[in-house]
């Protein structure tokens, strides 16, 4: 197989090639990169030259996406813009990146007849009351919240359309919260580690109470590639590894890992519509595909986690200050 992974620089798409080439032995990767402020190359250092290519470039770039396309047998689609804090500053590169590039990709596939996965999130869903007992399924009715994920939710109505109407050979993936390595600064989980190791206090926005359903993003990646080799054209599938925590814990969870008192944190203004909860039933992808996480222990994949940033200072360092930067004018 030859596959396009689209944001492959980025956080969760980086994983992704990192653990697939280990997984496929036979495969060569194409990442396309616009190099954002989000994405590194570092985060691909140490691949084998002959079965990876990077191409820096951007989804909505019609031609060179064309090429790409037609020289491969798949499309990996994460390519976003993903932090929802800064679609709530600047929605209009939500826009372009989510919707538009979308859109691209999905005419170079439908000229070329070839299999694309496109990568979503559970907040297209809208959000549940802390004390509901559902959880999301592939049948829950679209209620995004934010700018970015009304425009994730637009991406993947775009993927359902080309399926129906153009016979486009696509599945949908809507993932929970990732936590690992190579997660950018501004994200939860890596500003409050990165925080407390510049000797700063974390953040909490509002009360804490809000509720995430965290997964390892190697067990998205696992999930990842168990759709692009074993899922039906057309389906939608929920990934998620019954990880729900609210955000308090997982601060004081940090702080504890780091030998630090669990209550020495900031309450700091709350997020404008902040989703207060979300939770992935993932029986679809589990009982049809066969997938399972297996980085089932939070603690553990936390104090990993924790340990890659206190070793990586050298990666995370340089993004840190323009972070807190954008941070302090909200
Ligand atoms: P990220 O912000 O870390 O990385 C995004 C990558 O996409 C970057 O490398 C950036 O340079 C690239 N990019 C952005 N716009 C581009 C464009 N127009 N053309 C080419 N490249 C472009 O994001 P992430 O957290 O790794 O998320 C990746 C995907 O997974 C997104 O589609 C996101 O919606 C989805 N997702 C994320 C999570 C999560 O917890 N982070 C959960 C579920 C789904
Ligand atoms: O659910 C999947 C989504 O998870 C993905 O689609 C998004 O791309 C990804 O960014 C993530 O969205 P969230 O908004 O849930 O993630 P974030 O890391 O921004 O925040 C997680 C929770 O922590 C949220 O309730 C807000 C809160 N938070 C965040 C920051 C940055 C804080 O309390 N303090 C902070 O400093």
Redo the contacts with the bound molecule.
């Keep these: 197989m030859n596959i396009v992974v689209?944001?492959?620089?980025?956080?969760?798409?980086?994983n992704f090639v990192h653990y697939t080439l280990k997984e496929r032995p036979n495969w060569h990767i194409t990442v396309?990169?616009?190099?954002?402020?989000?994405?590194?190359e570092e985060n691909l250092r140490g691949l084998d030259p002959s079965r990876f290519t990077f191409v820096k470039?951007?989804?909505?770039d019609a031609e060179l996406v064309d090429k790409l396309v037609s020289e491969n047998d798949a499309v990996v689609?994460?390519?976003?813009?993903?932090?929802n804090d800064n679609s709530l500053k600047n929605p209009r590169?939500f826009l372009?990146?989510?919707i538009i590039?979308t859109y691209t990709i999905l005419e170079a596939v439908r000229k070329h007849g070839k299999r694309l996965h496109h990568?979503?999130?559970?907040?297209v869903y809208g959000d549940l009351e802390l004390d509901d007992p559902r959880r999301f399924t592939e049948q829950t009715a679209y209620n995004p919240s934010s700018p970015?994920s009304a425009t994730?939710a637009a991406s993947d109505h775009l993927v359902r359309a080309w399926v129906r109407s153009f016979g486009v050979q696509a599945t949908i993936s809507?993932?929970?919260?990732?936590?690992g390595p190579?997660?950018?600064v501004e994200?939860f989980i890596p500003r409050q580690v990165t925080e407390i190791l510049e000797g700063r206090r974390p953040k909490l926005y509002g009360k804490g109470e809000n509720v995430r359903d965290w997964i390892h993003t190697e067990d998205?990646s696992s999930a990842v590639l168990t759709i692009l080799e074993k899922g039906v054209s057309g389906e939608t599938y929920l990934i998620g590894a019954d990880g729900e925590k609210d955000n308090k814990s997982v601060v004081e969870l940090i702080l504890k890992t780091m030998g630090k008192n669990p209550t020495d944190y900031e309450h700091v203004s709350d997020r404008p519509g902040h989703d207060m909860r979300y939770a992935i039933d993932s029986s679809k992808l589990r009982t049809e595909l066969g997938w399972k996480p297996t980085f089932t222990d939070f603690e553990m994949g936390l104090k990993d986690t924790i340990n890659w940033y206190a070793d990586n200072e050298a990666w995370w360092k340089p993004q840190k200050e323009e972070t807190e930067q954008k941070y302090s004018k909200a």
């Design positions: 689209t944001g492959g620089a980025g956080f969760i798409g980086s396309l990169d616009a190099l954002t402020y989000a994405g590194n470039g951007d989804t909505t689609h994460y390519a976003a813009e993903s932090h590169p372009d990146s989510n590039g990568i979503s999130t559970d907040e970015y994730k809507n993932c929970s919260n990732n936590y190579y997660q950018h994200k998205h």
